[in-house]
T-cell receptor
Framework: GAVVSQHPSRVICKSGTSVKIECRSL??????MFWYRQFPKQSLMLMAT?????????EQGVEKDKFLINHASLTLSTLTVTSAHPEDSSFYIC???????????FGSGTRLTVV | AQSVTQLDSHVSVSEGTPVLLRCNYS??????LFWYVQHPNKGLQLLLK??????LVKGINGFEAEFKKSETSFHLTKPSAHMSDAAEYFC????????????FGDGTTLTVKP
């Protein structure tokens, strides 16, 4: 139980285009979703927190106009990287605050490469 | 506020010898502590977690960790390293009053030599 499904797992896009990443809670309702980013050979850093029915809260230094977060329902949160540039290439992962035997539930991650 | 410090960025051991990956934490509240492993180009896999029960926590693949409140430490150990243990390891703290918002350590790269 308590699975978060994240898609796509890998995406390659051209510079200047937008990419949408989805995280779905499959068997529970997630009023909150955390989005993390991991640059190569670095740790995971919290980018933003999405809240169902209200605006997302962004960590300091994260551009809210570039990383659009929508939490349209209790089971779906999306992160859209707008006008992507090579420096946005990273590993993005979501997490829902439902503690299970597997720890706080993480998606499987999305590896974004912008060329 | 919470923070995590992984004391070693790289650890190298020989196959069959013990592994010690060190982690210190800081938290304003009673924390939940986790160790995750990430193999190259893969997602996160939970090794073990501490959530206020037994201070010695046993996880998968022979790993265990001991929560020491007096030392604010949660070091990860394994008696005998295997080649497949080579990966990146993250110590993570989550405050139960803000369940799910996690702070990751910078990671420790474990290399296992044959």
């Amino acid at each position: 139980g308590a699975v978060v499904s994240q898609h796509p797992s890998r995406v390659i896009c051209k510079s200047g285009t937008s990419v949408k990443i989805e995280c779905r809670s499959l068997d529970f309702q997630a009023t909150t979703m955390f989005w993390y980013r991991q640059f190569p050979k670095q740790s995971l850093m919290l980018m933003a927190t999405s809240n169902e029915g209200s605006k997302a809260t962004y960590e300091q230094g994260v551009e809210k106009d570039k990383f659009l977060i929508n939490h349209a329902s209790l089971t779906l949160s999306t992160l859209t990287v707008t006008s992507a540039h090579p420096e946005d290439s990273s590993f993005y992962i979501c997490s829902a605050p439902k503690e299970t035997s597997s720890g706080y539930t993480f998606g499987s991650g999305t590896r974004l490469t912008v060329v | 506020a919470q923070s995590v410090t992984q004391l070693d960025s790289h650890v190298s051991v020989s196959e069959g010898t013990p592994v010690l990956l060190r982690c210190n934490y800081s938290s304003s509240y009673s924390p939940s502590l986790f160790w995750y492993v990430q193999h190259p180009n893969k997602g996160l896999q939970l090794l073990l977690k501490y959530t206020s029960a037994a201070t010695l926590v046993k996880g998968i693949n022979g790993f265990e960790a001991e929560f020491k409140k007096s030392e604010t430490s949660f070091h990860l150990t394994k008696p005998s390293a295997h080649m497949s243990d080579a990966a990146e390891y993250f110590c993570v703290v989550s405050e139960r009053t803000n369940a799910g918002k996690s702070t990751f350590g910078d990671g420790t790269t474990l290399t296992v030599k044959p």
